[in-house]
């Protein structure tokens, strides 16, 4: 997706372990998001970002930690991955926070 | 009760068909209303974005948002196999809160 990018694209770790996913975009947009996408729940929020160091919890925080040093950069960790976070994770951003989204391919993540 | 239900269908359809898509919704608050379209292993991409109630319409595609009903429906004309996705719909009270339904599998067979 043009201007979005995530990393890595497939990951498989082991319950316990710590994980880092990226989101790099080149749009220079103040709102970054993640989300997380499950059969039958649809798209929920995780975390966003409206600046640089300002974020905050959406609805499904527990157990996630985001970072933004940069502009271009949100990062997602989960602390120590559980199967319950075995998920498809979007990165999304919006130029405005009344616009519609821009979301990158996903991370496929797999907790074994 | 999920503040946004949308059928998952799947649905199936031939060619050329109007295709009508729907989602409701519980919180009257809500005031943007967006539909995406997401192709399989793809994130999902921006179609149509409304606020408040009313119609809008861009090619093939219609949005019509119903609020008195807390009601939202896609209306896709001359589907083609292309159209081919899921569809979610996703709509927003507060500037930073975004919530979307779970989608529909739409397949438009040639």
């Known amino acids: 997706d043009a201007g979005i990018t995530q990393s890595p694209r497939h990951k498989v770790t082991e319950t316990g372990t710590p994980v880092t996913l990226r989101c790099h975009q080149t749009?220079?947009?103040?709102?970054m998001y993640w989300y997380r996408q499950d059969p039958g729940h649809g798209l929920r929020l995780i975390h966003y970002?409206?600046?640089?160091?300002?974020?905050d919890k959406g609805e499904v925080s527990d157990g996630y930690s985001v970072s933004r040093s940069k502009t271009e950069d949100f990062l997602l960790t989960l602390e120590s991955a559980t199967s319950s976070q075995t998920s498809v994770y979007f990165c999304?951003?919006?130029?405005?926070?009344?616009?519609?989204?821009?979301f990158g391919s996903g991370t496929r993540l797999t907790v074994v | 009760q999920k503040e946004v239900e949308q059928d998952p269908g799947p649905l199936s359809v031939p060619e050329g068909a109007i295709v009508s898509l729907n989602c409701t919704y519980s919180?009257?608050?809500?005031?943007?209303f967006m539909w995406y379209r997401q192709y399989s292993r793809k994130g999902p991409e921006l179609l149509m974005y409304?606020?408040?109630?009313g119609n809008k319409e861009d090619g093939r595609f219609t949005a019509q948002v119903d609020k008195s009903s807390k009601y939202i429906s896609l209306f896709i004309r001359d589907s083609q196999p292309s159209d081919s996705a899921t569809y979610l719909c996703?709509?927003?009270?507060?500037?930073?809160?975004?919530?979307f339904g779970a989608g529909t599998r739409l397949t438009v067979k040639p």
């Open positions: 919180n009257s608050a809500f005031q943007y």
């Open positions: 970002s409206y600046g640089v160091k300002d974020t």
């Open positions: 996703a709509m927003s009270a507060r500037l930073d809160d975004m919530r």
């Open positions: 999304a951003i919006s130029e405005s926070a009344l616009g519609g989204y821009t």
């Open positions: 749009e220079n947009h103040r709102y």
């Open positions: 409304t606020y408040s109630s």
